[in-house]
């Protein structure tokens, strides 16, 4: 053996007390500090199962869990507000609801003026196909028609908003004389 063997090399640890055919084993531990992480876990643990387990101080995941969607509930129906469905006859309303027709594209199947074109029809007119009232208006907006073309808009706009594009229909559209009126679709209301 040279002098490098291993009687030479330095070992944290000291040898065990056997030894056979000249192999020794070493001892070896884990360094102190992993060491105290394990005894902290284990620490952990007990505290963690007496608080959860034994004294029951601590909500399980089921409990947890539904807390927390109780709390979702609250949260939702604190946001989910209302709306009146009444006409808006302030000024801000209606040309809000100016800029959403165009914008939206209702202009495209109503016409630029609401006059309607060869896919919807005129909203300028006393004659209307589902109602001239605002809840009406309202509702064919949000909903469409979807079997006849009209598009749903409850995606795309929130109920504020529709309720300002059906104030400008019925306060601003309904009435007025554009030209190259499409002719008249539905019922009469005065
Ligand atoms: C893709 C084409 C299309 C678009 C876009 C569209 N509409 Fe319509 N709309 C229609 C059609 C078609 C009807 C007729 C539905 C029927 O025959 O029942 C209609 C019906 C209506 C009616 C009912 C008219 C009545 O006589 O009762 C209103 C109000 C209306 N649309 C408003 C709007 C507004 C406001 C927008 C934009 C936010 C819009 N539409 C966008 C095609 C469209």
Redesign the pocket.
């Known amino acids: 053996m040279s002098k490098n063997n291993t009687e030479e090399v330095k070992y944290d640890g000291k040898p065990m007390e056997h030894e056979f055919d000249g192999i020794k084993e070493l001892n070896n531990p884990p360094p102190p500090w992993l060491m105290y992480m394990f005894y902290i876990t284990v620490g952990i643990s007990i505290i963690y199962w007496i608080y959860y387990h034994v004294s029951g101080a601590g909500d399980l995941q089921e409990a947890e869990y539904l807390n927390e969607m109780k709390q979702a509930e609250k949260d939702i129906s604190k946001n989910v507000k209302t709306i009146e469905i009444v006409l808006l006859n302030d000024e801000a309303s209606i040309a809000a609801g100016e800029a ?2 165009t914008e ?3 202009t ?3 016409g630029k003026h609401g006059e309607g074109n060869a ?3 005129n ?1 300028t007119d006393n004659y ?4 001239a009232d605002v809840k009406s ?1 309202f509702n ?2 949000k909903n469409g ?1 979807p079997t ?4 749903p ?1 409850k995606g795309q706009l929130s109920d504020d908003k529709i309720l300002q ?1 059906s104030s400008f ?1 019925l306060l601003k559209l309904k009435g007025s004389n554009p030209e190259n009126p499409k002719d008249p ?2 019922v009469l209301v005065n």
């Open positions: 959403l027709f939206k594209g209702c495209a199947c109503h896919i919807g029809p909203l209307w196909l589902h109602g208006v064919v907006v028609v006849k073309g009209m598009t808009f594009l229909v679709q539905g």
